[in-house]
């Protein structure tokens, strides 16, 4: 794929993406409690902004020591950015939105859309999951969907945003399996596919094997395994 950015899963949700200009950007950074997370990989220093799908554990991850250490901007759903301002995350680093909100940064810009699954932290309200649809000026769309099952808004998405790749749940359990991980590469028609949420813990058994055979039978969408830590981009 013709691209100026760079990719790379982390394992389980995680991932780093740099934009053409060199800005660092980390989605859901779990990563030190990772049993996945290469160790080099564990504690990033040069990170510009994180963003966030939703609340939970394994997506909130080491957000708050990453942005402590760093200076990064966090970008969250509302109700989840009050949480982490009161878990110590500075005011200034804070950047809230809500679904179908946009918010541009230097050379790329973040939409939060709808994904289908529960949001808490720290035993509190998160507000709603969400997506991420990441838009690179002048080069692709990255779209993450975060932890969700199938669901018929995935179409419309796929129509607005025309996203070139994307990061798809398969692990079961807690998010869709392999099958409905393929239909929905069906509903978006994207160029690249990743799956992503399998193989961190016992439960999550959906094999990407499966997840790229069944995308294979539905639709074109080329599917994509990385190892954790590799660059796919």
């Given at each position: 794929?013709?691209?100026k950015i ?19 950007i ?13 160790e080099d ?26 942005a402590?250490?760093t ?8 109700e989840?950015?009050h ?10 680093q ?19 859309v ?16 969400g ?8 080069d ?7 932890d ?6 995935l ?13 798809v ?5 807690y998010t ?30 959906g ?16 599917v ?10």
């Open positions: 794929m013709d691209t760079k990719a790379w899963w982390l394992g389980h949700s995680a991932y780093r993406l740099e934009s053409p200009s060199g800005k660092v980390y989605i859901d950074p779990f990563l030190s409690g990772n049993p996945k997370t290469p990989q564990k504690s990033p220093e040069d990170v510009d902004y994180i963003l966030l799908t939703h609340g939970h554990e394994d997506h909130v991850g080491d957000t708050l020591e990453i402590k250490k200076g990064c901007k966090v970008v969250a759903q509302v989840l950015s949480l982490l301002k009161k878990h110590g995350l500075n005011e200034d804070r950047v809230e939105f809500n679904k179908g909100g946009t918010i541009h940064f230097d050379d790329f810009s973040v939409t939060l709808s994904a289908n699954h529960s949001s808490s932290f720290g035993g509190e309200y998160a507000g709603e999951a997506g991420i649809v990441v838009s690179f000026e002048d692709i769309c990255f779209y993450h969907l975060g969700t099952n199938i669901f018929s808004d179409e419309l998405y796929g129509e607005l945003y025309e996203p070139h790749v994307i990061a749940p398969i692990g079961d359990y869709m399996g392999p099958q409905e991980a393929a239909m929905c590469c069906e509903m978006i028609r994207a160029k690249m596919a990743v799956p992503m949420h399998y193989g961190t813990f016992p439960v999550l058994t094999s990407p094997e499966d997840f790229k055979k069944f995308t294979g039978e539905y639709c074109e969408t080329d994509v395994i990385p190892e954790p830590g590799e660059q796919f981009l």
